[in-house]
């Protein structure tokens, strides 16, 4: 445990709470993601047509009262109007994915299309948020309605081995890029414009952020 002395002396003085992480276990979630997750993300997202970001700056976080890494990626469309963006948090015996997906629709969209996305029962628990506001990045498209997807899914359990969590987690980063991409290319290169146009978009979205 000679780890909790030396970090404790990296302290400042004057603070009233300190929070020590070991860093072997740091250096090992970095290595699991950098080597590991990067690089497969990376592949998924080159065999699409789009535009995409991976945040090699890793974030440290504590979920469930476990020490947790994070790396981030972005896709973004030929506007650069980035519309998902995912969170792949690894800890020692576990991952979650968060996924957010982003949609842009016109000013004149019906009421009856906004009032049936964020109304479907299927998203409880983490419904659609939506935000007004005139595009300024595009102002052509004459964005107005902005309706953010929200979901996250992981699997925390010391009876799987890293090898088997790490084919879990990316058969999910995996199926979150092509749904949020297919999702994309439906609402805004096909558009919705009516009931039976969203109905098609919406079974697209239900794989991967309704509720679980």
Request: proline fraction near 4%.
């Amino acid at each position: 445990m000679n780890w909790i002395t030396t970090e404790a002396k990296k302290t400042i003085p004057d603070k009233d709470i300190v929070t020590l992480v070991n860093p072997e276990t740091i250096k090992l979630l970095d290595d699991i993601l950098l080597n590991r997750y990067h690089p497969y993300i990376e592949k998924q997202l080159k065999e699409t047509d789009f535009q995409f970001s991976i945040f090699d700056e890793l974030e440290t976080n504590q979920k469930s009262g476990k020490l947790t890494r994070e790396l981030g990626f972005m896709i973004f469309d030929a506007m650069e109007y980035s519309f998902f963006r995912g969170t792949i948090s690894r800890s020692i015996n576990g991952y979650f994915l968060e996924k957010e997906f982003f949609l842009e629709l016109p000013e004149e969209t019906s009421p009856e299309i906004l009032f049936r996305i964020l109304s479907e029962k299927r998203f409880a628990g983490m419904p659609p948020e939506m935000t007004m506001q005139p595009s300024e990045i595009r102002p052509e498209w004459n964005g107005y309605f902005y309706i953010t997807f929200s979901n996250g899914k992981g699997l925390s359990q010391t009876g799987y081995s890293g090898y088997n969590l790490d084919q879990m987690a990316f058969g999910e980063i995996k199926d979150a890029i092509h749904d949020s991409i297919e999702m994309h290319e439906n609402s805004m290169i096909e558009g919705i414009n009516n009931i039976d146009e969203l109905e098609k978009f919406l079974n697209i979205c239900y794989r991967s952020y309704e509720a679980y």
